[in-house]
């Protein structure tokens, strides 16, 4: 049996699998690096219900942006790779 993901949009595929990476389950709160504008280019971290959080990442938000962080503190929705030296 096949099962037809209605969302199965490039984020929603995406979010999916970070999520179930991260074990996490309906209802729990995750942490995201929430952009507060295209124009300033400031983001801090916000808890959100899983829920929401595809609409968050369609406006630029980053799952990887939030971790270790805490809610509140300034983050990078666009964080590179750290071994980068190009
Ligand atoms: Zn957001």
Redesign the pocket.
């Known amino acids: 049996m096949k099962r037809v993901y209605a969302l199965a949009t490039g984020a929603a595929v995406v979010a999916a699998m970070t999520l179930g990476a991260l074990s996490l389950k309906a209802g729990d709160k995750v942490a ?1 690096c ?2 507060e504008g295209q124009k300033s280019g400031r983001a801090h971290v ?1 808890e ?1 219900s899983i829920n929401a959080v595809l ?2 990442l369609a ?3 980053s799952l990887e942006g939030a971790t270790g962080l805490n809610p509140g503190e300034d983050c990078d929705p666009t964080p590179e790779p750290s071994d980068t030296t190009s």
């Open positions: 995201v929430h952009v916000i959100i609409k968050h406006h630029g938000d």
